[in-house]
């Protein structure tokens, strides 16, 4: 059992930055891929960014140039920094963790709100 946690999350206005964290604990002590989602009211849940084993990464096209994926020391943390936030980036978001096996674990989930 993975659980995976999300802190960092919060209100920030136009153009600010927010760095989110995602610490996992269970079972699993390193995964094939871990990552951000986010939804926004209305819409689907998109890709933010996926850091996979092995050094590669997947950004979604709305945060490309703004948004950076890392991983920690441990292999079992995932950061997300949002440089330039934008109105249309405020979202719940979730983190990802993919295991070996391909088992797909969720974070709950944390509010990003970009306003004046």
């Known amino acids: 059992q993975v659980r995976l946690v999300e802190f960092g999350g919060g209100f920030v206005q136009p153009g600010g930055s927010l760095r989110l964290s995602c610490a996992a604990s269970?079972?699993?002590?390193?995964?094939?891929?871990m990552g951000w989602y986010r939804q926004a009211p209305g819409k689907q849940r998109e890709l933010v960014a996926l850091s996979i084993s092995g050094g590669n990464t997947n950004y979604g096209d709305p945060v490309k140039g703004r948004f950076t994926i890392s991983m920690g020391n441990a292999k079992n943390t995932v950061y997300l920094q949002m440089n330039s936030l934008k109105p249309e980036d405020t979202a719940v978001y979730y983190c990802?963790?993919?295991?070996?096996?391909?088992?797909?674990?969720w974070g709950q989930g944390t509010q990003v709100t970009v306003s004046s």
């Open positions: 269970g079972s699993a002590l390193s995964f094939y891929a």
């Open positions: 990802k963790a993919v295991s070996w096996s391909g088992t797909a674990d």
